[in-house]
C-alpha cells in the first residue's frame, strides 16, 4: 500500500554532494561533470516516478549511473521503482547497494524502512527508520516518524504507534500521512470523534480520497451517528470505486 508516494522521495536527493572546483578538463573536473550529469538524471528519474511512468524513471537511472556508477540516490531511486514494479529482490538489492555507497543517508534508511515494512518485515524497518533519525543533520525526521508509527501500527504496538505519529505532528502538524495514521489509529481505538477530527484535518489537505481513506471514513461517521456525513463519503465510493475490496465491505456490512 503506497498511500504517499511523494513523501518517499520528496527530500531523498537532498543528500546528493556536490564535488569542488579545479580547471577544465582535469580529472576532479571529470568527476564534477558525471555527478552533475547523475544528479540531473536521477532528478528526472524521480519526477517519472510520481507520475508512475516507471519505464521512463528506469532509463533516466540508467543515463545517472553511466555517468557515475557510485551516485548512491540513482540507487534509492531505481529501488523505488523497482519497488512500485514489485521487483522486491531487485530493490532490496538497490537499496542495500546504495546504504554500501552513502550509510549516512536518513532518506535512504526512511525508504528502505517503508519497503520492509509494506512487505511485512516490521522489526527490520523500524531498526531502518530509527537509523535515519540518529542522524542528527536528517531534514526531514517527520517523514521517518510518521512512517514509523504506521509500522508500529501494522506490528501491534499501538503505544508507539501513538507516540512517532504525534511527534510527526509536532515537527509538520498538517501531515497528511500523520493525520491519516493517528484517524486510523484512534478508530482502532474506539476513540471515534478523536478519529473524526484527524480526519476531518487530513481530508482538508487531500485533493482526491482513495478507497481505503474513504472506506475509513465511512466506519468513523457511522461510529458517530453522523448519517449525512457517512451516506457521502459512502455515495463518493460508490461512485468512485465501484469495483473495490471496500465497497464490498460496505454492502456486507461491515
Not at 546504504?99 to 519497503?115: A, E, M, Q, R, V
Not at 465510493?237 to 473495490?244: A, E, Q, T, W, Y
Amino acid at each position: 500500500m503506497n498511500l504517499f508516494k511523494l513523501f518517499l522521495i520528496v527530500s531523498f536527493l537532498t543528500g546528493c554532494a556536490s564535488a569542488g572546483g579545479g580547471s577544465e578538463g582535469t580529472p576532479q573536473q571529470d568527476t564534477t561533470r558525471a555527478q552533475a550529469i547523475a544528479r540531473i538524471h536521477t532528478e528526472l528519474a524521480a519526477s517519472y516516478f510520481e507520475r508512475s511512468q516507471y519505464g521512463v524513471a528506469l532509463q533516466e537511472v540508467g543515463v545517472a549511473l553511466q555517468a557515475n556508477s557510485d551516485f548512491a540516490p540513482a540507487y534509492n531511486m531505481r529501488a523505488l521503482i523497482r519497488m512500485a514494479l514489485h521487483e522486491d529482490d531487485k530493490a532490496d538489492e538497490d537499496f542495500q547497494h546504495s546504504l554500501k555507497l552513502d550509510g549516512t543517508s536518513s532518506d535512504t534508511h526512511n525508504n528502505y524502512g517503508w519497503f520492509l515494512c509494506q512487505r511485512g518485515h516490521t522489526k527490520e524497518a523500524i531498526k531502518q527508520y530509527q537509523a535515519a533519525l540518529d542522524n542528527p543533520l536528517y531534514a526531514t525526521p517527520e517523514l521517518a516518524y510518521a512512517n514509523m508509527g504506521m509500522c508500529y501500527k501494522k506490528a501491534g504496538s499501538m503505544k508507539e504507534a501513538e507516540s512517532n505519529l504525534q511527534r510527526a505532528l509536532v515537527l509538520h502538524p498538517d501531515m497528511p500521512n500523520a493525520l491519516y495514521g493517528l484517524a486510523d489509529l484512534s478508530y482502532s481505538k474506539g476513540d471515534f470523534a478523536a478519529a473524526k477530527s484527524y480526519f476531518r484535518r487530513f481530508s482538508q489537505g487531500a485533493s482526491d480520497l482513495n478507497a481505503e481513506q474513504l472506506w475509513l471514513a465511512v466506519r468513523i461517521e457511522r461510529k458517530m451517528h453522523d448519517l449525512n456525513s457517512e451516506a457521502s463519503y459512502a455515495l463518493q465510493l460508490r461512485k468512485n470505486f465501484p469495483d473495490s475490496r471496500e465497497v464490498q465491505l460496505m454492502f456486507q456490512g461491515q
